[in-house]
């Protein structure tokens, strides 16, 4: 928060005028969280872009991020391919080009109500062209528990 003072009064110099102060506080919002979040996914995709457009091709870029920031395409690995689009409109980068591994997830870190993790969004027949993966692959440090896991993905 910032303050501004002023002060204005008689031209005696007695300090008799009147002082105003005026505060410019920032309130935490749920707009304000979520601009935030795509001011920061949209910075990172576009540094990656603009690094990746100037490297030979195959180039490898690693990215290590937050499961939140990753699932479901919803951060910057799912807005580097439009970005890499629009700075070079040949580039052959798309969903597919990006891949994502999340690193022991949860049922909670994948925003399942049940104990299994949830593997896509949109998966009613009527939307199926729109479903979204939580990620490319799962890494376990250790053995999940067989009962976590609702199906290997791509095992329809």
Known sequence: ASSNASSSGSGGGDGGGTTATTTNAVEDTV????????????????????????????????????TKDVRYLGGPNGRIPRIL?????QTNVDEEAVTTILLNPSASTTLSKSRFLRLEIGTAPSNLKYQTKVADYLWFSRMPKVNMLPRMMNGF
């Not at 091709?57 to 991020?65: E, G, I, P, Q, Y």
């Open 85 to 89: 689009q629009t700075l070079n409109p």
């Open 31 to 66: 707009g304000g969280y979520f601009a935030e979040r795509i001011l920061v996914h949209e910075t990172i995709a576009t540094t990656i872009a603009r690094y990746t457009s100037s490297k030979p091709k195959n180039t490898l870029v690693l990215t290590l991020a937050p």
